[in-house]
């Protein structure tokens, strides 16, 4: 049975409590309440921030990322100073299907043809799978990142994967994740600096105007605003 459907009240009930308490205490009550909890990492100035949190929580949190084949070199360069300064132990997660065998079976730049499903391939099933060990996880989602993210509470059920979903976050606006980062002495990807305020793989992320939309630069040739992770 998922846990969801046991814990459905529990997840209402301390979405109330805790939508206006710090994001650690929010994290301390996840890591208490939820047994077998993830934290999945993009690396992005908020999942910076809460790496950066869980370190002095629980150093021994199982923390991955999703490895697309396709990151920026500067995310890579971040990832490995990540490690070496704050958690050796990340987990990388990555694709059944390597680039080259998806550019044999569905073409060369699926990224540019069929990107639902090329984020389908390299996102969405690669999470699906490793989310099945776990009962929780967090993310670094914001209310004020997209209209689709305005509704994300701090505890919530996630329908999609049928887990409970801890969103530290939700509440906070981008100055206070930079004040954070800069407090703390946290590395960042320096992309934020040249004008990537969202960062995902290398062929569907551009560079934005001052002031624009905060995703606006993710998959900006198409309809499509979310890759398939976050409902
Ligand atoms: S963001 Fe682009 S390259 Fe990355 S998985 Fe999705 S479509 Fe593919």
Not at 87 to 95: A, C, D, E, G, Y
Not at 198 to 215: E, F, N, Q, W
Request: hydrophobic letters at 35%; charged letters at 25%; proline letters at 6%.
């Amino acid at each position: 049975m998922s846990i969801l459907l046991d814990r459905v009240h529990d997840v209402e009930r301390w979405a109330k409590i805790y939508e206006n308490r710090a994001p650690e205490e929010i994290l301390c009550h996840a890591v208490e309440e939820i047994d077998r909890l993830t934290f999945a990492c993009s690396f992005g100035a908020e999942d910076q921030v809460i790496l950066h949190m869980i370190t002095k929580i629980k150093p021994n949190l199982p923390i991955f990322y999703l490895d697309t084949d396709v990151l920026f070199s500067e995310t890579y360069a971040l990832i490995e100073e990540t490690k070496r300064r704050f958690s050796p132990n990340l987990i990388r997660v990555s694709p059944k299907l390597t680039l080259e065998q998806q550019a044999q079976t569905h073409g060369e730049t699926l990224w540019n043809s069929r990107p639902d499903l090329c984020c389908d391939i390299r996102k969405v099933t690669p999470l699906t799978d490793h989310l099945k060990g776990y009962d929780g996880w967090i993310t670094g989602i914001r209310r004020e990142q997209a209209p689709t993210r305005a509704n994300a509470q701090v505890f919530e059920a996630d329908a999609k994967f049928g887990l409970l979903k801890v969103n530290p976050l939700a509440l906070w606006t981008h100055k206070q994740v930079w004040k954070y980062l800069v407090q703390n002495d946290v590395p960042y990807n320096p992309l934020h600096d040249r004008g990537y305020p969202s960062i995902g793989c290398s062929h569907c992320t551009k560079a934005v105007a001052p002031g624009a939309d905060l995703r606006s630069g993710r998959w900006s040739e198409f309809e499509k605003t979310e890759c398939g992770l976050h409902q």
